[in-house]
């Protein structure tokens, strides 16, 4: 459910048309639905109703600070795996008793800022990360709550890119020497033992794969409460697939079902990790087209929209439908959606039946929500895009365009290159 709609032929977020959006803040440009954003945080949310719960937005999804806000007026915590997205959430004022930190590289920097904050927990990744945190915890003179991060080896099926439960993956500690890594956790002063978490995957569009994962969990969580190790929060990280083309994947109520099902008995407090699910379908790219070309065995559509605004179909194939932002009764023509990149792989979709478009025409490109903009990049010197908020019938501007100058801001020429001598 989103609130991207044609009412007339012309394409609107809410009660804003986007075309005149478009023409107003320009191209390429992220927006994002408030109410869509709304509906999916409390859906999700909701469908824990009555268990002793926290939904942790994974900041990595979409990290601005307005979306973030928004979450964290709703109740929400963050998951976040960077000093950045910490920084980040501190700054959108989510409270750091709701932030819960993953990720299998955590610098000593990024380690200290964390027990500054007196975050909830991290979600630890290696024995030797254990050993880091307790150090770090020491130096302070204070206990860093932890939980292990487990591998519980569960085939995901997803893209394997984006599968990261499984044995050959670099993520969590093998769910066979999770025990031993929990009591030797369990020996060191600095660390407390909280929490159980695991991550097996994106997009996932079965529930399956996380019933298994959970089985294995509370095994484990069993075998730890038998050696005295007892487990307050039990994290299951995100993962909830969307629809971008024919997926068919659980609502979130269905998810919580099961879930639900096989926590009978248990008496964790239970922490989710959602991204995708809850901003994917929530927001869209527009683009407006720049050159139409035919050759002789390919029509293309050249936007100014890129790969390093949204990578997704370069960099996984992935599939996001296209729109034009005002329909027209056009014959339909199979065309691939292209960027202005000097690579081929630079393209939004490939062998897509569209209306003849023109120059100057405008499209969307649809569930652009999650790791659209957090992914992009300025290759090729390109100024990232502008995200935009819509409530109702007004928008606001939550990311300003980049700039030319914002491109060399970091950079410095040396003394010696620069004197006039040739
Ligand atoms: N928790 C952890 C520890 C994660 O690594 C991730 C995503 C999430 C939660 C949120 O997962 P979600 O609910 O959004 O599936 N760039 C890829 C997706 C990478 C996902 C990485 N980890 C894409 O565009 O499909």
Request: charged share 25%; proline share 4%.
């Amino acid at each position: 459910m989103h609130h991207f709609h044609y009412h007339n032929d012309e394409l609107y977020c809410e009660r804003v048309p986007l075309r005149e959006l478009a023409a107003r803040v320009g191209t390429p440009c992220y927006v994002y639905s408030h109410a869509t954003l709304l509906h999916h945080f409390t859906v999700f949310d909701s469908a824990f109703e009555g268990v002793p719960h926290l939904t942790c937005f994974s900041v990595k999804a979409n990290s601005n600070l307005a979306v973030l806000r928004l979450f964290g007026s709703l109740g929400g915590g963050v998951d976040i795996v960077s000093g950045g997205e910490l920084y980040r959430a501190r700054q959108a004022g989510i409270a750091p008793d709701k932030i819960v930190y993953s990720g299998v590289g955590k610098t000593l920097e990024e380690i200290d800022y964390a027990l500054r904050e007196n975050i909830l927990m991290f979600n630890i990744e290696s024995t030797q990360e254990l050993e880091a945190i307790n150090a770090r915890a020491a130096a302070f003179g204070c206990r860093a709550r932890i939980a292990l991060r487990v591998n519980p080896d569960v085939d995901p099926n997803t893209h394997p890119y984006i599968s990261t439960g499984m044995k050959k993956n670099k993520f969590g500690i093998e769910i066979d020497s999770a025990v031993k890594a929990y009591e030797r956790a369990r020996s060191l002063d600095h660390v407390e033992v909280v929490g159980v978490d695991c991550h097996i995957g994106s997009q996932l569009t079965e529930i399956s794969p996380f019933v298994d994962a959970l089985k294995r969990l509370r095994l484990l969580i069993e075998k730890l409460e038998a050696v005295g190790i007892t487990i307050q929060y039990l994290d299951l990280g995100g993962g909830l697939g969307i629809v971008y083309d024919q997926e068919a994947p659980p609502e979130p109520r269905e998810y919580a079902r099961a879930i639900l099902r096989e926590l009978k008995g248990m008496h964790c407090t239970l922490i989710f990790e959602p991204g995708r699910v809850i901003v994917g379908n929530a927001g869209v790219l527009l683009a407006r087209v720049l050159y139409t070309k035919r050759t002789q065995s390919k029509s293309f559509i050249i936007t100014d929209t890129a790969m390093n605004d949204l990578i997704r179909p370069s960099l996984y194939g992935s599939y996001h439908q296209v729109q034009p932002l005002r329909r027209q009764s056009r014959e339909s023509h199979i065309v691939d959606v292209v960027g202005p990149i000097c690579e081929s792989g630079d393209f939004i979709a490939k062998d897509r039946g569209l209306p003849m478009v023109e120059s100057g025409d405008f499209l969307a490109v649809m569930s652009a929500g999650a790791y659209g903009f957090t992914m992009s990049s300025n290759y090729n010197s390109r100024p990232r895009a502008a995200e935009v908020l819509v409530k109702d019938d007004r928008y606001f501007v939550i990311r300003r365009r980049e700039t030319w100058d914002d491109l060399i801001q970091c950079e410095t020429i040396p003394a010696f290159l620069s004197s006039d001598k040739q």
